[in-house]
């Protein structure tokens, strides 16, 4: 799995963690002091990458989380049916079917972005 790990202090708005073992990108972060007999915690809600659900977790700040390493690749399309796409990955040339976004219009020989992880593809 391509993820690192990382305190959850070092975190911030509009970077990417794991939440329920699913990739997400962090839409709000706040901390609260420290209590008498604690430490800091922090409170991240994020929105599922590739699933669109939101979660939300709350931790200390010197705990460890894991971080995904998401891959930004671009891509062409080949060819449109329905509601998919055949992209093709302009570095190695690898094919695969794509699910088009409500709001995109696609037309084959489109260059795209798209984001990867473990096998998981959304464009962007």
């Known amino acids: 799995m391509p993820r690192q790990q990382t305190e959850v202090r070092e ?3 509009g970077s990417y963690v794991m939440m ?3 990739p997400c990108k962090i839409t ?3 901390t609260a002091k420290p209590g008498k007999h604690g430490s ?3 409170r991240v809600d ?3 990458v590739f699933d ?3 979660r939300s977790l709350s ?3 010197d705990a460890k989380i894991w971080v995904p390493i998401i891959q930004r690749k671009q891509g062409q399309v080949v060819s449109v049916t329905g509601d998919d796409a055949q992209v093709m990955d302009l570095e190695t ?3 695969f079917t794509m699910r088009i976004p409500e709001d995109e219009d696609l037309n084959p020989d489109d260059e795209i972005e798209y984001l990867e992880y473990e096998e998981q593809r959304k464009i962007v």
Do not use: F, H, I, M
């Open 59 to 61: 931790q200390p700040v």
């Open 46 to 48: 994020g929105k599922g």
């Open 52 to 54: 669109g659900k939101k």
């Open 28 to 30: 709000a972060y706040s």
């Open 20 to 22: 329920e073992e699913t």
């Open 40 to 42: 800091a915690k922090a």
């Open 93 to 95: 040339y690898d094919t």
């Open 11 to 13: 975190l911030d708005e």
